[in-house]
């Protein structure tokens, strides 16, 4: 592809084509208020749901990706890195998510955290009793290892899997994710889909995750090509950004050199055309669409206020510290899917997760988010685009009143 003829205006152009495709915005999140007459007072700090949940059955890996912290020298001696969650802490978890299912509301659970489930011992064992829950119940997997007719059989049981690959050239695909093959990978996801018709049930919804870098920006296209064929779904991220790794033999799409960076732009813009015509999801991860945008304003020269010195307070628009937890393998509970083991809010070894979740800690990182002084893990995380406290407490609330919850009562549950 030539990008001889590109200047300001397509530039500006394919910002505008981006955000209109992928963005979306405050309005999308929210519906409309219900009456709240008969519920309590509205706490912009206190937790909502409790039923959205990561649990770490493991944070041990069979691949070392070059990008993730698990290649660093120091990771596995870091508490909680690598190991697997003692059956007291599962214990715990389960009879949480059994409490909650008592009362008739449906999980979300993902039973993955930073780590492979299935390389966990006796992994199947170890989710069967939450594959027996109602609701939502997903896993984060890499599929490099060729899975056996039982594993494939109680992958088939969950209602999502997320597995993740970032590019179809094996070249490229050894180096950065060192021990995984695209052969094996493509087996498992047929045999998966194999074993679903010939048991007649329903095949998971397999999402495919592409963590985007300088190295696999430039066969992004191929890629889309290989999820669409396969009937994935596809959602674009960004580096793992809290702990910059010294030596990174990859960067950011958005530091591509400006005719690389384009024609990735270009290729975003055609697969999400590709996706559309095959009626599957596609996304980019907001932080990174935001950061696309912002680099071809630059490039079409526009100005943007964004950063700017105005009085306006930024944080990240993230829902999550209101809607969801982890749970770490060794039952440091954390307030979102990111955040780094200083911002662990309490363990389920001491308390009920209830507890936690309505504590000290975890009112607190919700008044940073509100209040835009943000934990480090905010600051340099992907998940959520920026925007104004205001716009993020009106999220909130939105999202409250959508709920239909009591927050007063929430906080006697489990
Ligand atoms: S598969 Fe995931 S957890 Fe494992 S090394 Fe790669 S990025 Fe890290
Ligand atoms: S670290 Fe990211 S996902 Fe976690 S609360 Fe902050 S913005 Fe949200």
């Known amino acids: 592809m030539s990008h001889a003829t590109w200047g300001p205006k397509p530039a500006l152009l394919l910002k505008s084509r981006l955000l209109s495709l992928f963005a979306t915005t405050a309005e999308d999140q929210q519906e409309q208020p219900q009456d709240s007459a008969q519920r309590s007072a ?64 449906e999980l979300k ?26 609701g939502v119940i997903s896993i984060v997997s890499n599929f490099a290892r060729r899975f056996s007719e039982a594993e494939l059989a ?52 397999l999402h495919l995750n592409c963590t985007a870098t300088s190295r696999v920006a430039q066969k992004f296209y191929d890629l889309a090509c290989y999820a669409a064929t396969l009937d994935l779904s596809l959602g674009v991220s960004s580096l793992y950004e809290l702990s910059p790794i010294p030596g990174l033999p990859v960067a950011c799409v958005t530091d591509l050199p400006e005719a690389e960076f384009l ?90 997760l209830t507890e936690i979740l309505s504590g000290e800690k975890a009112r607190e990182f919700r008044r940073g988010l509100l209040s835009g002084e943000l934990s480090k893990s905010c600051v340099g995380c992907s998940m959520a685009r920026p925007g104004e406290v205001t716009e993020l407490r009106s999220i909130i609330e939105g999202l409250w009143q959508e709920s239909g919850l009591d927050q007063q009562h929430v906080g006697v549950l489990g």
Not at 48 to 64: A, G, P, V
Not at 263 to 292: I, T, Y
Not at 304 to 310: K, L, M, Q
């Open 263 to 352: 024609d990735f732009c270009r290729q975003l813009e055609k697969a999400h055309g590709l996706f559309k015509h095959k009626n599957l999801a596609f996304d980019v991860q907001p932080d990174l669409l935001d950061r696309l945008v912002k680099r071809l304003s630059r490039i079409g020269d526009e100005q943007t206020n964004w950063d700017s010195g105005s009085q306006r307070r930024w944080t990240r628009l993230c829902t999550q510290p209101w809607q969801r937890c982890t749970v770490g393998a060794d039952g440091l509970v954390f307030p979102c899917c990111v955040t780094m083991r200083q911002e662990g809010i309490g363990s389920l070894k001491d308390q009920s």
């Open 42 to 105: 509205f706490d912009p700090l206190a937790m909502f749901c409790e039923n959205d949940l990561m649990i770490e059955l493991t944070s041990t890996c069979n691949l070392r990706c070059v990008y993730c912290p698990k290649s660093q020298p120091g990771d596995k001696l870091l508490p909680g890195r690598d190991q697997d969650m003692p059956e007291l802490i599962r214990q715990r978890a389960l009879a949480h998510c059994r409490w909650l299912a008592d009362q008739g509301i």
């Open 109 to 134: 659970l993902i039973l993955s955290g930073t780590g492979e489930t299935t390389s966990l011992k006796g992994w199947m064992d170890r989710v069967q009793p939450f594959l027996e829950l109602p």
């Open 154 to 205: 109680t992958l088939s049981r969950f209602t999502t899997i997320m597995i993740s690959l970032d590019t179809v050239d094996r070249g490229v695909l050894k180096d950065l994710r060192r021990k995984m093959e695209l052969e094996i990978f493509t087996l498992n996801v047929v045999r998966l889909r194999s074993v679903s018709l010939a048991a007649g049930t329903r095949s998971p919804y």
